[in-house]
Structure formats: C-alpha cells, structure tokens
C-alpha cells in the first residue's frame, strides 16, 4: 500500500524557517518525481515544487524561488522542503504527492 | 508562469452528465500537458481521478472519463452521483512545472 506521510508543520513566525519532511513507502520512490503541493485556508491547490528521481532537476512556482528549496533522499525514500523567509501568505496546508498518490498534509501557519 | 482556467461551478441533476474543462493561457491543451484531474471533498486530501488526458486508476469510477476536447482538457461525469459533490482540479505541465486551475465547484442538484 502506497503511503505518504508529511510532518514539519507547525507556526511560525514572518521571516523564519520550516523544514517539512514527507516519509514514503509502498512503491519504489527512487523511480518517481515528486511533488510538494500547498493548499492555503479556503482557497485552492497550488503546485509548490517537484524533484526529479536523482535530484538533477528541480522546479518551483515563481512566488517561492529563492525561499524554498527541495531535496530527497532515495535511501530513506524521503522528501524535503526547506521554507526560509516565510510569510503569511505561505500558511496552508501542505501535501506531498507522486502519481496518483497524496498525503495528507501538515498545516503551516505563518503569524506573528 | 501559465494560467489554467476552470469553470468556477457547475450544477448537475442526478442521473445526469456534466463536462467539466481546464483551458491553458498559452494555447490549446494537448496531451503533451499531462492533462490531470483531481476530486476534493471537503476536509479531505485531493484524490486522483485522471492522469495524463484519459487513464484511470483503480479507484476512479467508471462514470468519470477524460479527454481532449475544443482545446482544452475535460472530465466528463456521466451519471452523476450525490456522493460527486465536491471541488475538481485538473493540473497541467509546462515542461517541469505543473499549474492547477482554480477548480470547479460541482453541484448535484
């Protein structure tokens, strides 16, 4: 059974920092893209960044380059997104996602 | 980055059959998009319905279909059920990034 479990959200306050984490099993992650999704309160999906099966490819949406990064490590079949310089409008609900498949998200509110 | 464009609602009797579609600012819609669509109820995590224009997973009912119509990617439920009440997303490619529409609010009504 494919499983994607996210964890890393929490609040945290304009201009700091979160680390999200998302912990796959039940396929052969090294073989597939993956995907950070966000979900902000109310409003609707938007594609955050993805990462090719090596890592050589990376892409983001234009509101989070130069903030956001992602990285993966295939041993432990685990993504990452580090989130710098946060700001309100980044709170929402973050999936993580491949294919067909999603987690269910871990909720990142930026407040002060 | 690209604008994918959805109908904001749509109404369906039960028993009836609605087309949902998902345009692109940068032209027509092809398969070269990677054409995805996705259901959400409220409170849940979004769930796959279509991937790549027209293929199902094991999950998706049989009353859901994709395909390219007019330009643009569609979704079409026949058969409209209750339990189809819910927000759908489609998302497109663009080379390495993928772009969601605003998403369709779908009555069954």
């Known amino acids: 059974e494919v499983q994607l479990v996210e964890s890393g959200g929490g609040l945290v306050q304009p201009g700091g920092s979160l680390r999200l984490s998302c912990s796959a099993s039940g396929f052969s992650f090294s073989n597939f893209w993956m995907n950070w999704v966000r979900q902000a309160p109310g409003k609707g999906l938007e594609w955050v960044a993805n990462m090719k099966q090596d890592g050589s490819e990376k892409n983001f949406v234009d509101s989070v380059k130069g903030r956001f990064s992602i990285s993966r490590d295939n041993a432990k079949k685990s993504l990452f997104l580090q989130m710098n310089n946060l700001r309100v409008d980044d709170t929402a609900v973050y999936y993580c996602?491949?294919?067909?498949?999603w987690g269910q998200g871990t909720l990142v509110t930026v407040s002060s | 980055q690209a604008v994918v464009t959805q109908e904001p609602s749509l109404t369906v009797s039960p028993g009836g059959t609605v087309t949902l579609t998902c345009g692109s600012s940068t032209g027509a819609v092809t398969s070269g998009h990677w054409p995805y669509w996705f259901q959400q109820k409220p409170g849940q995590a979004p769930t796959t319905l279509i991937y790549d224009t027209s293929n199902k997973h094991s999950w998706t009912p049989a009353r859901f279909s994709g395909s390219l119509l007019g330009g643009k990617a569609a979704l079409t439920l026949s058969g409209a059920q209750p339990e189809d009440e819910a927000e759908y997303y489609c998302l497109l490619s663009y080379s390495g990034t993928r772009v969601f529409g605003g998403g369709t609010k779908l009555t069954v009504l």
């Open positions: 996602s491949y294919g067909g498949y």
